[in-house]
């Protein structure tokens, strides 16, 4: 018997994550997360497993993780103790990742996803966003590493690979920013404040999935130097391509959390479904 049949197809969500102060301070953004959260149950079910990439966790070849108690990694540096203090002790998922990994084939090669068992566990593109919308930690949480060496294209194959798990419980979750230029951050900026750059990319990226050409965002660096501003190194913005890939072009779309930090981070966030 399919038990399947019962689960309610899960939404994809792409979060902008921002300052990893997000996680612990009162803003906007986090408060956002916080509500979004408390829906499933409500708007829809709560995960049976709930799969992550994050702008943070980059490979050679693709990876997921497969241990049983991933650690909370504090991957930054120069902010205070309460933030170095945080954890996330949200269960793994061992046999799932096992499986998943032998049927998931990396685009360049067809090989399997390999499991890593030692090294990573959840980055705080994963935690620092997971915990204001879970905070319980009790749904098995597993990360899809990105291998930034390879084209936009395969980025995207790859999202399109785990589109079918959001039929299984599973809340598919890409963690990045629409803009992230860490070189032109203004810590007086205002959350409603940003360079036009910004504003214009982040724009583009709003027009290509009102407009439901998502496979647009896979050429986004033929925008030319707007592209190269908003994004210096691509792995922040990585993490749409694969909610993007993994979301129904014709199923409902809505932004929250439409504003910015430091002038020069774009925080829009999208749910699809």
């Not at 103790?81 to 990742?97: H, I, K, N, R, T």
């Not at 598919?172 to 750059?197: K, P, Q």
Request: aromatic content about 10%.
């Amino acid at each position: 018997m399919n038990t399947n049949l019962n689960i309610q197809r899960m939404p994809v969500l792409f979060i902008g994550h921002g300052s990893p102060m997000n996680v612990i301070e009162d803003s906007p953004y986090r408060r956002a997360w916080q509500d979004l959260g408390a829906q499933f149950g409500v708007r829809w079910p709560k995960p049976k497993l709930i799969l992550c990439i994050s702008a943070h966790w980059v490979t050679t070849d693709w990876w997921m993780t497969g241990m049983a108690q991933p650690k909370t990694i504090h991957d930054f540096g120069g902010f205070p103790q309460e933030l170095f203090d945080q954890q996330y002790p949200a269960p793994g998922a061992v046999e799932w990742a096992a499986q998943t990994a032998r049927v998931l084939r990396q685009p360049h090669h067809g090989q399997p996803v390999g499991v890593d068992l030692t090294d990573w566990g959840l980055d705080h593109g994963a935690w620092g966003v997971l915990k204001p919308m879970f905070p319980l930690a009790d749904i098995p949480v597993v990360q899809l590493s990105i291998d930034v060496r390879r084209p936009m294209s395969e980025h995207f194959a790859m999202g399109q690979q785990i589109r079918a798990l959001r039929e299984q419980g599973v809340l598919i979750v890409a963690s990045g920013n629409t803009v992230h230029n860490l070189r032109a951050m203004n810590r007086s900026a205002a959350d409603t404040e940003a360079y036009d750059w910004v504003i214009d990319f982040d724009q583009w990226v709003a027009d290509q999935i009102s407009s439901r050409h998502l496979e647009a965002l896979v050429d986004f660096q033929a925008l030319g130097e707007l592209a190269n501003k908003a994004h210096p190194s691509v792995e922040h913005f990585l993490p749409l391509l694969y909610a993007a890939a993994a979301a129904d072009a014709q199923e409902p779309v809505e932004f929250f959390n439409e504003g910015y930090q430091l002038a020069s981070i774009a925080m829009r966030s999208v749910i699809w479904g």
